[in-house]
């Protein structure tokens, strides 16, 4: 089904996504990848304020190519999301609601996602030309030192993601396809 | 030197705004014939994605990956003027910074300080007859290259082994790599030599076929057994899973049978120059 949804992405927005809707998002939301959710990560652990509000907000997996001149962001398609794993359950812990990425998640993750209510998106890997049109600003707002891993603020407009899973542990890509891994354990 | 240099720089920025014929060509063809809607309105968006990115000049994926570079010289060859690969990195570092191209690479796998130039590249060297030089880059996203394995089967496992691995190493790249996936294969060798292969695989053009006859009846099979999984583009389901699968094979030893199974995207960039 296909939904238009604006941020901040709050819980009764949460619940009415099921796995398989295609969202076509506006507002604001952020981005962050494996050097960001490592600094976040440890910041949160040793109590120390972080530079985002996690609260009903979304994080996009994205380090994004430069900016020629007159464009507001280069390349801009989703990297892969297991890699965030290990420190997603504690950021759905403290309120992030939704994720954009590809690929799949940990149990660990999807059961946090379940326990305190969160969305997974998946963007289309390897359309980020396409996908950059649809980002009207972009400001980075912390780790300035990363380079294209530092986090940023997004303000987007129609941006297509599909619902992979929800808060119900709907999952498509178990749904869709046969995909067993091999080593038995679904981990990645 | 200044000529593999600039050659080197514009490859680079070639490689990640436009796609080979070839590439392209089975992209449109999957889009054509994909018949899960949402598969196919996947496909279609990449397609659009490809038109952005020539037209407006921004990077097919924001992953502009490792710049891998073949290097084949004929032994006739002289280059002068320096180091052959401070020319080449050199050209990589500047295709990355004024190409608008993503720096992915860190210097040090544990201490991970991005080195913010893209450099070094990954380069091999291959010395050849005659008296040309041949250049490929091949920029390579890890999103696809994580995916990627190697398998040191038992020669009593044989081409049906050789399929299982293959087969396992798409169903576990599933969503991960970005399909559709294009799959390069190496078979023998050694260990290293096997990857190598494999990663040489990738870099053939896909409507392109091995030349032994029984390599090129396991890349149809492989091919049509791998869109049979249904993984589909984005790992959403679908019959386009895999664009085209490559293999390449080399004498080995009595004990061994080495299978590598490289994964690439469909973002399957690949320039070949010759000076
Ligand atoms: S796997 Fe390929 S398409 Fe996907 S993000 Fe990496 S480079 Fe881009």
């Known amino acids: 089904m296909d939904k238009y949804i604006s941020t901040p992405l709050t819980e009764d927005k949460v619940m009415d996504l099921k796995a398989g809707d295609y969202v076509y998002l506006s507002g604001t939301i952020y981005t962050a990848r494996d050097a960001a959710h490592k600094r976040l990560y440890e910041s949160m652990l040793a109590g120390k304020d972080i530079p985002l509000e996690l609260k009903d907000n979304i994080i996009y997996y994205l380090g994004p190519s430069p900016a020629r001149e007159g464009q507001v962001i280069g390349s801009a398609g989703p990297t892969t999301s297991s890699r965030m794993d290990k420190y997603t359950p504690l950021l759905l812990k403290n309120g992030l609601k939704g994720m954009i990425g590809k690929g799949k998640r940990s149990v660990e993750v999807i059961d946090a996602m379940h326990e305190y209510h969160a969305v997974y998106f998946a963007a289309i890997g390897g359309a980020g030309a396409l996908l950059s049109k649809c980002i009207k600003k972009a400001e980075v707002i912390a780790y300035d030192d990363l380079g294209t891993e530092a986090i940023r603020r997004l303000e987007v407009e129609n941006l297509p993601v599909i619902v992979v899973i929800d808060a119900e542990k709907n999952n498509m890509y178990e749904q869709e396809n046969a995909v067993i891994p091999a080593n038995g354990k679904d981990d990645r | ?275």
């Not at chain 2, 032994?212 to 386009?240: D, F, H, Q």
């Open chain 2, 1 to 275: 030197m200044e000529e593999i240099t600039k050659n080197i720089k514009e490859m680079c920025i070639e490689a990640n705004l436009r796609l080979s014929e070839d590439v392209k060509d089975r992209l449109f063809q999957a889009a054509d014939a994909e018949e899960k809607p949402l598969g196919k309105q996947i496909l279609e968006q990449l397609k659009e994605n490809l038109c952005i990115a020539d037209a407006e000049s921004i990077p097919i994926c924001q992953d502009t990956g490792m710049a891998v570079v073949f290097v084949r010289i004929g032994q006739e060859v002289h280059i002068e003027g320096g180091s052959l690969e401070d020319a080449i990195n050199e050209g990589i570092r500047q295709g990355y910074t004024e190409g608008y191209l993503r720096k992915s690479i860190v210097r040090d796998p544990i201490d991970r300080v991005n080195t913010k130039d893209n450099t070094p590249g990954v380069i091999h060297y291959e010395i050849v007859p005659g008296e040309q030089l041949e250049l490929t880059v091949a920029p390579k996203g890890f999103g696809s290259e994580n995916m990627s394995r190697i398998v040191m089967l038992k020669p009593a496992d044989g081409i049906e082994g050789v399929k299982d691995v293959i087969l396992e190493t798409v169903k576990l790249a599933g969503p991960n790599a970005c399909p559709p996936v294009v799959v390069g294969v190496g078979i023998g060798g050694t260990f290293e030599k096997c990857a190598l292969l494999a990663k040489k695989a990738l870099t053939r053009e896909l409507d392109s076929h091995n030349e032994i006859p029984y390599v090129r009846e396991l890349e149809e099979e492989m091919l049509s057994k791998i869109n049979a999984l249904s993984i589909g583009p984005a790992g959403l389901g679908g019959s386009t899973t895999a664009l085209g699968v490559n293999i390449e094979v080399y004498p080995t030893h009595i004990a061994g049978l080495p299978v590598a199974v490289n994964i690439c995207c469909h973002v399957n960039r690949h320039v070949r120059r010759l000076l």
